[in-house]
């Protein structure tokens, strides 16, 4: 079965930039979407077809995505953005879910 | 504003089949630009795809679970349902509901709506 693999965790300061992989066989030919979740809530389209924001997301939230790695990248990270991220995309229209990164910042 | 709303037991007994429904207001599951998801998530936060439905009655499984799965919708309540059989321990989890963009082409725009899921205990 087709997995993505996450960096467990990321630390961050605030006011600089978050950097979160997400690696998987061929990912670069495959739409890949970004989940903000914070504790006790549900997950958060943050970035979907690579590179997209949804309607309300922060600039500061970008992606990118090629050959076998997707990027999540937070430009000036702030207090509020310290959550679980997981990735996700489709194989043979079957959605797979990254193993998730949590980022802190401090 | 679109809003889901899981419902469920909260604790089933293994070997028994879980049922859960998913209530969609501000909006209509007869929509063919979505397509409607159950998604879990473990204790330890990895989170898995369990499948879709479309409006049509159309539907699309995780092969790790499409022996145990049944996805329904029923347009008259603007709901849609999942059946899981022969529970287990494994399937201890928070279950959530999910809408997903479909364009014309087929190509898919990440899961944008979610509901605020519902906690399953599997007992022995």
């Known amino acids: 079965s087709y997995e993505l693999t996450q960096p467990p965790s990321v630390f961050v300061s605030p006011g600089q930039t978050a950097t979160i992989t997400c690696s998987g066989d061929?990912?670069?030919?495959?739409?890949t979407s970004w989940y903000q979740q914070k504790p006790g809530e549900s997950p958060l389209l943050v970035i979907y077809q690579d590179r997209k924001r949804p309607s309300g997301i922060p600039e500061r939230f970008s992606g990118s995505n090629s050959g076998n790695t997707a990027t999540l990248t937070i430009s000036g990270t702030q207090p509020m953005d310290e959550a679980d991220y997981y990735c996700q995309a489709r194989d043979s229209r079957i959605a797979v879910f990254g193993t998730g990164t949590k980022v802190t910042v401090l | 504003q679109v809003q889901l709303q899981e419902s469920g037991p909260g604790l089933v007994k293994s070997s028994e089949t879980l049922s859960l429904t998913c209530t969609v207001s501000g909006g209509s599951v007869s929509n063919g630009d979505h397509y409607w998801n159950w998604i879990r998530q473990s204790p330890g936060k990895r989170l898995e795809w369990l499948g879709y439905?479309?409006?049509?009655?159309?539907?699309n499984y995780n092969p790790s679970l499409e022996s145990r799965c049944t996805m329904s919708v029923d347009t008259s309540k603007n709901q849609f349902s999942l059946s899981l059989t022969s529970v287990t321990a494994a399937d201890t989890a928070v279950y959530y509901c999910?809408?997903?963009?479909?364009?014309?082409?087929?190509?898919?725009?990440?899961?944008?709506?979610w509901g605020l899921g519902t906690a399953l205990t599997v007992s022995s």
């Open positions: 999910a809408r997903e963009v479909v364009g014309d082409d087929g190509s898919q725009f990440g899961f944008d709506v």
């Open positions: 061929g990912l670069g030919r495959k739409y």
């Open positions: 439905i479309y409006y049509t009655g159309s539907t």
